[in-house]
């Protein structure tokens, strides 16, 4: 069903904290990229959990235990099919999108690389993706490498493809660039390391919000995502790996949960997917995030997409009037994130100013500094959209960057 004014009417009614004022001024939240705000019927599955089901999983016999373990792995289930993995086992639950790379960097580097081997990854990471590389290419005397991108803000495939060679042992890439906003075509670069045998990590922090992922169509080897971008609650994410490849690492932890069997002399592991998870999981986080899910699979993501896309375009229109607006990132695949400089105004001003009149907005380097050095500037005011943003929002945030500007100017 298409998202019209009644309907993102009756979506915000669901999100409590849109209702809060800031400065005495009525929040409009445009930080989404950095964390999304969490719909009642995921905070009531929170306070539900641990009214009715706390107890710790896996281990006990009763009742109470057996309910959550239940719950914990029912959302497995509904994880896995909302990103249309194969099997319940290749879902791992983790912290969030960084706990998930480093896990990966930490065991593939273990068990698969060694001194001399190239981790590939793009301009336009996130640090969560490029310094676990790093620490790994450090550790291991490896090397890594970087894909140049185009001045629009999109990935420059002949290079790609030049830089895979007989030493590349992975590639690491974001779905969706969250300073540029760009949607990679990360498909395409699947299929290209495939046909040489080199597995691809894709980054998906900004894309399982927006745009519907399916593990299996990409083929994608690893695929990390962190509840909290995606309405879910802070401090759990997935880390969806093929089984064939989960099988072949060492686990990344040790503790309880993970074993098999242990005494002094030797412990042998579990079993996919508890090989990975160590200690106590997050079966509160868990229920909640596989109910964020099915919020956002109510509404319906071809409506989010659609409805996103024309708030992003809108937005554009109207911001391009500005005079001294740069967008940065303009790529024809992008999401709903807006990066822009005004020339001569620092960011941060900007996003200071903008504050003090109720609208949330991020400024600097979007935790991408090489991707700042790479297209020489400071950094950036990023705006990032939610489908309970509206255009009346817009139209009060484009006024009052108006009114910034000749300040700052
Ligand atoms: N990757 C991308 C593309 C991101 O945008 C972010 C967060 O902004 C991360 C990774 C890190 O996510 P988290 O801090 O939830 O682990």
């Known amino acids: 069903m298409q998202l019209n004014e009644e309907r993102i009417q009756n979506i915000r009614d669901d999100f409590p904290i849109l209702k809060e004022t800031v400065y005495g001024k009525p929040l409009i939240y445009f930080d989404n990229a950095a964390t999304t705000h969490k719909p009642v019927s995921v905070l009531h599955k929170i306070e539900f959990a641990y009214n009715h089901l706390n107890a710790n999983i896996h281990r006990g016999t009763h009742y109470l235990s057996q309910k959550a373990t239940e719950a914990h792995e029912g959302a497995r289930n509904d994880i896995a099919q909302f990103i249309g993995a194969g099997k319940r086992e290749e879902i791992i639950f983790t912290r969030g999108t960084t706990e998930s790379i480093n896990l990966i960097a930490f065991?593939?580097?273990?068990?698969?690389?060694?001194?001399?081997?190239?981790?590939?990854?793009?301009?336009?990471?996130?640090?969560?993706?490029?310094?676990?590389?790093?620490?790994?290419c450090e550790r291991k005397k490896m090397r890594l490498r970087v894909i140049p991108i185009h001045k629009n803000g999109e990935i420059d495939l002949d290079a790609y493809?030049?830089?895979l060679n007989d030493k590349t042992k992975l590639v690491a890439v974001t779905h969706v660039s969250n300073v540029?906003?760009?949607?990679?075509?990360?498909?395409?670069?699947?299929?290209?390391?495939?046909?040489?045998?080199?597995?691809?990590l894709v980054d998906g922090a900004q894309a399982i919000p927006h745009i519907a992922v399916d593990v299996q169509a990409l083929d994608a080897d690893f695929y990390?995502?962190?509840?909290?971008?995606?309405?879910?609650?802070?401090?759990?994410?997935?880390?969806?790996?093929?089984?064939q490849w989960l099988n072949q690492l060492p686990p990344y932890q040790g503790g309880g949960e993970m074993i098999e069997k242990v005494s002094f002399e030797k412990t042998t592991?579990?079993?996919?997917?508890?090989?990975?998870?160590?200690?106590?999981?997050?079966?509160?986080?868990?229920?909640?995030?596989?109910?964020a899910l099915r919020y956002i699979g109510e509404i319906g993501m071809d409506a989010i997409v659609a409805y996103e896309h024309e708030l992003t375009a809108y937005a554009i229109e109207l911001m391009s009037?500005?005079?001294?607006?740069?967008?940065?990132?303009?790529?024809?695949q992008k999401s709903a994130i807006i990066s822009f400089t005004v020339n001569g105004i620092h960011p941060y001003d900007m996003g200071m100013l903008l504050d003090k009149l109720g609208i949330a907005v991020r400024t600097g380097h979007h935790c991408a500094q090489p991707l700042m050095d790479f297209l020489e500037i400071p950094g950036t005011v990023r705006v990032?959209?939610?489908?309970?943003?509206?255009?009346?929002?817009?139209?009060?945030?484009?006024?009052?960057l108006k009114k910034v500007v000749a300040m700052l100017s």
């Not at 540029?180 to 691809?200: E, F, S, Y």
């Not at 959209?385 to 945030?397: R, S």
């Open 107 to 136: 065991s593939y580097g273990e068990a698969l690389c060694d001194e001399g081997d190239e981790i590939l990854i793009s301009a336009m990471e996130h640090h969560s993706n490029i310094v676990p590389w790093q620490m790994l």
């Open 180 to 200: 540029l906003g760009t949607i990679n075509p990360v498909r395409q670069m699947i299929d290209t390391a495939h046909r040489k045998n080199i597995p691809v």
């Open 269 to 291: 592991y579990n079993e996919l997917p508890f090989k990975f998870e160590a200690g106590t999981p997050d079966y509160i986080g868990s229920t909640a995030l596989a109910e």
């Open 321 to 332: 009037e500005i005079s001294g607006i740069q967008f940065i990132g303009t790529a024809h």
């Open 224 to 243: 990390v995502f962190s509840g909290h971008k995606v309405y879910g609650p802070t401090g759990i994410g997935i880390l969806y790996g093929k089984e």
């Open 384 to 400: 990032s959209f939610a489908f309970y943003n509206t255009k009346k929002e817009i139209d009060i945030f484009v006024a009052a």
């Open 161 to 163: 493809a030049k830089l």
